[in-house]
Structures are given as C-alpha cells and as structure tokens.
C-alpha cells in the first residue's frame, strides 16, 4: 500500500467508501465487498468490508471471487497475442481456423411452440474482429434472448459455467457453430459467446488448451498466482460465497445447484477434474491479481519488465471498432476488441475520464482503467441477482470524488 496523498487522493475522502459499503452489508443488501484502487501503479485503496457468514470471519481482501465476464478480457490479450505472431489476422474468417463455421445462416422465423426456426444465408462470413467486438450476431445460452436462449438449450449449448466435469469447450463450440446467427454479421452489437468462441480459436492455433496457455503467456509471466479455472485443492477454501437475494431484495446464500440465468453448480470453481475452459467466464481470481492484469493493460503491455502486449495492439483494442452502433446496456456506449469504452459520444454520463475502458462479470464485479488518471480500479459482489448492483457505480465516484 502506497499513501493516498503520494498519489493526489484524500485519504479522509476515501474513506466514504468504506461508509457506504457498510451501509449496504448493515442494511442486509450485500454481505460484504472488496475494492481495490491503484493510481500510478501503487495501491491507495485495498480492503474487504463485511462478513463471511459461511466461515464465521470477516471477509479477507485475498479472498477468491468468480470473475466471470472479466475473463473476456483475459481471453481478449490471448487473441491479440496471436495477432502480433502472426498467427491469425483480425479480419480472417473464423471459418479458416474452425471450419464448423463456414457458410452461417441468419434467423429468419422462430416458433416458440417448439423451438423450431427458419434461416436466410449470412451475408459475409463471421470474422475475428466480429467476435473481439460482439457483433457477429452469436447470442448468449441461458441469459441471452428468450429465442436464442430457446434455440441454444434445444441444441445443447450452455453458457460455460457450474458444467460437469469432463465436457469440453470444443464440444460446446462445435454444437453452436450449426446454429443460426440472430443477425447479420457486424450489423448490431449482441451480447454473446464471441469470446468462448475465442477461447477455443487459442486453442486451435496455439495447440494448447486454454487454461494452459493463459498460465503459460499471461499468468506465469504477470506472478498472477490465484487466477484459474479450476482451483487447486489447497486454495479452494478461499473462494467467497455466492448469494443471492429474498423476495425483500435481502441477502440469502445461494443454494448449490443455482436456477438463474439457467442451472449451475455454485461452487464450479472446486470441481474436481473441471475441464470446461470458457473463454468468456470461467476464470476465477483475487482483486489483487486482477489488478495486476489491469496494470500491465494500463502500462501499455508491461509489468515487472515483463512483455505481454504491444501498445499499437493496446491502442487497437481501445478504439472504438463498433462505428456507430452503441454497445452493452448505455445509451451511445462504444467497443474495442473487449472492452468498453468511454468516447467522445458517452463522456460526461459518466465519473470515470475519457478513454476509461472496462467491463464486468455476471456476479456483480466491475473493473475500470483510466489512462488520463493512471488508475485501475476493480470492486467486487459475489451476488447472483442483486437489487444493489448501484454500489458498483458509487464506489467509482468515491474514488474520484478524492482525487485532489
């Protein structure tokens, strides 16, 4: 931990994030929540505030939280490494490298009586930088539409997380890539599994799967020593709770078989001999290893003088690639190649500065990087729905509201 003042923050002013997340665990909304915030890269901000029911202790900092979509980012560095290798090229059909994909067909008419539908002949083929922006018109299994998610449990593709063990992402990547498209190519911006798409492209390319390439070129050389799959023996008692919330929008712990957004084992993370790598959520990690993954991104690919990314790829995957489409749930929101992005169109509807890029995963976690202000932040939920996901956006502005 640095001094808040070193680095031009209040420590007094920031100190009101402590305040409100325990007005939100002392009025039985969260149990608890981790936030991590560091500027120029020294940490100003790195608590854990509430209480751990389950284990009878506070909760710890270093505490084990399911990530989720911010995996997408992870899967993302993966991508674009193969890029700089000379490997793929952005603009290369997903087809060249698995072939299941070549000639898609778009969703003309659907039948909700029986999941039945008819399809119209895509008009291009589905490139690389279609999935890396979310908009080649794959849609999400079990949180998606109500037609796509029809479509998918119907042909047995699932989302990628709380799996059995010994299914394959191949297998789920193969089933999808049958399955009509629910738009044309680069038309919209749909939420989908582009990035488990992705995942299976590393494993293609590099020969390797994927849980193994990301310890062996991202993880390994970063020293992110909690961030997996599946957790080894000795650290799965570090994995936090999940919770839910009652009728009252009250905090419950989650039951171990969840029914939302489809059915999925609560503890996944724990799953003995777990082999579903998903690219696009299946990763779990620390606020602190997070953070180091967020830093190495904000340093323009560098960390502890080790090289992960090109800063011409960096400046890539933050421009807005989306043109004038509008990206995830914000009105004039605009992507890269895996995150979002505050541009010209959304800033000043938001605390953060121009050029912040982020995102954030299915459990309530959320992350950030400013360029302008040399600062990453990533504050963790482990709830599955929550009524008070609005903390998220408050803890954002108690950091700035400090900066001096």
Do not use: C
């Not at 933050?318 to 004038?324: H, P, R, S, V």
């Amino acid at each position: 931990m640095s001094s808040p003042e070193k680095n031009n923050f209040s420590a007094e002013r920031l100190a009101r994030i402590d305040k409100i997340i325990q007005q939100y665990v002392d009025s039985g909304w969260i149990n608890g929540a981790i936030g991590l915030v560091a500027k120029n890269g020294q940490i100003v901000y790195y608590k854990g505030i509430g209480f751990d029911k389950e284990k009878n202790q506070a909760i710890k900092k270093d505490a084990i939280f399911r990530i989720a979509s911010q995996t997408k980012a992870i899967t993302s560095v993966a991508v674009m490494q193969l890029f700089e290798e000379g490997e793929i090229l952005l603009d290369d059909a997903i087809s060249k490298y698995i072939p299941a994909f070549r000639k898609p067909v778009v969703l003309d008419k659907f039948n909700k009586a029986d999941s039945s539908y008819t399809t119209l002949p895509a008009k291009r083929e589905i490139t690389i930088r279609d999935l890396l922006t979310h908009t080649s018109g794959i849609g999400y299994a079990q949180i998606g539409t109500p037609t796509m998610t029809a479509i998918y449990a119907k042909a047995g593709v699932v989302g990628g997380i709380g799996l059995p063990a010994g299914m394959k992402l191949s297998e789920n990547i193969l089933k999808l890539a049958k399955l009509p498209l629910a738009h044309q190519p680069g038309e919209k911006w749909t939420y989908g599994l582009n990035t488990d798409v992705l995942g299976y492209l590393v494993e293609v390319v590099s020969g390797m799967n994927l849980d193994m390439y990301f310890q062996k070129n991202i993880f390994g050389p970063l020293g992110m020593k909690d961030t997996y799959f599946y957790l080894p023996k000795e650290k799965q008692s570090r994995l936090t709770m999940l919770y839910t919330e009652d009728s009252t929008q009250h905090i419950v712990k989650s039951p171990e078989m969840v029914q939302v957004n489809g059915n999925f084992y609560r503890d996944y993370p724990n799953v003995p001999g777990g082999s579903f790598y998903s690219g696009g959520g299946g990763l779990v990690s620390t606020a602190y290893d997070y953070a180091i993954f967020m830093q190495m991104l904000l340093n323009g690919g560098d960390y502890n003088g080790k090289h992960i990314l090109s800063k011409a790829s960096l400046r890539i995957m933050t421009t807005n690639q989306i043109g004038a489409l509008t990206s995830g749930w914000g009105e004039g929101n605009k992507f890269g190649l895996g995150f979002e992005l505050v541009t010209a169109s959304n800033y000043g509807k938001t605390y953060v500065s121009m050029d912040t890029f982020s995102w954030g995963g299915m459990f309530a976690s959320s992350y950030w990087i400013d360029p302008k202000e040399k600062i990453v932040g990533q504050f963790v939920l482990q709830m599955l729905p929550t009524s008070h996901g609005d903390i998220n956006e408050k803890f954002k502005v108690q950091v700035y509201q400090a900066l001096e």
